[in-house]
């Protein structure tokens, strides 16, 4: 079975460029999550979806970032404009709904130079 | 203000031996809790989860144990096997949404 998947695995660009991380959820899933994890702050919840809606952003650190679902198998994480703190691994995951546990992408490594 | 800890940032053990691996929060309104291992590269994977309901919840080698008055849980891990040296996750999260908190993490190596 296709687990969740994330594109591209490893993106490394200079600060003040747009990056865009992708996000396939299991299908069947109709609750998708984006996390971001730093050794300083851990695994962060930054928003999740049910049905496509998003439910929570309260995690989304500031305006530069915005995150759509535009359909139940899709979903994009964005940073515009980039800045070097942002440099992170970003896990996208996804559930059954709630309590459910969630299953994790392999990630995004974002290297913002 | 970490809600989520886990106070032992590395841990090893001997095959075949018991691996307990700790978890303490803050929030009084956590009710259901998990359990992650992550092995490098790749994501989080579910272990197993116990809710406020119950003091163990059991599953193979693993069992976790919630003792609710200390805000405390455990992961038992018996046998270790080499194969379980994996950073393990605790989160936890309050009765109503999906919003889990995550610990730190502890990383286990299981040495053969």
């Known amino acids: 079975d296709a687990g969740v998947i994330q594109s591209p695995r490893h993106e490394v660009t200079e600060m003040g460029q747009e990056v865009t991380l992708r996000c396939k959820p299991i299908?069947?899933?109709?609750?998708l999550f984006w996390y971001r994890q730093t050794m300083m702050r851990g695994l962060e919840l930054l928003i999740y979806f049910n049905n496509n809606v998003p439910i929570d952003d309260s995690g989304m650190p500031e305006d530069r970032f915005s995150a759509k679902m535009p359909n139940a198998s899709f979903s994009t994480l964005k940073i515009q404009p980039s800045e070097p703190r942002d440099s992170a691994v970003y896990f996208c995951?996804?559930?059954?709904?709630?309590?459910?546990?969630?299953?994790f992408g392999d990630g995004t490594r974002l290297s913002i130079l | 203000d970490q809600q989520v800890k886990q106070n032992s940032p590395s841990l090893s053990v001997q095959e075949g031996r018991i691996s307990i691996l700790n978890c303490d929060y803050t929030n009084s309104m956590f009710d259901y809790f998990l359990w992650y291992k992550k092995y490098p590269a790749e994501g989080p994977t579910f272990l197993i989860s116990i809710s406020s309901i119950k003091d163990k919840n059991e599953d193979g080698r693993f069992t976790v144990f919630l003792n609710k008055s200390a805000k405390h849980l455990s992961l038992h891990i018996v046998p270790s096997q080499p194969g379980d040296s994996a950073v393990y996750f605790c989160a936890a999260k309050e009765n109503y949404g999906q919003n889990f908190v995550f610990g730190p993490g502890t990383r286990l190596s299981v040495l053969p």
């Open positions: 299908s069947g899933h109709n609750s």
């Open positions: 995951a996804s559930s059954t709904g709630e309590g459910q546990p969630q299953h």
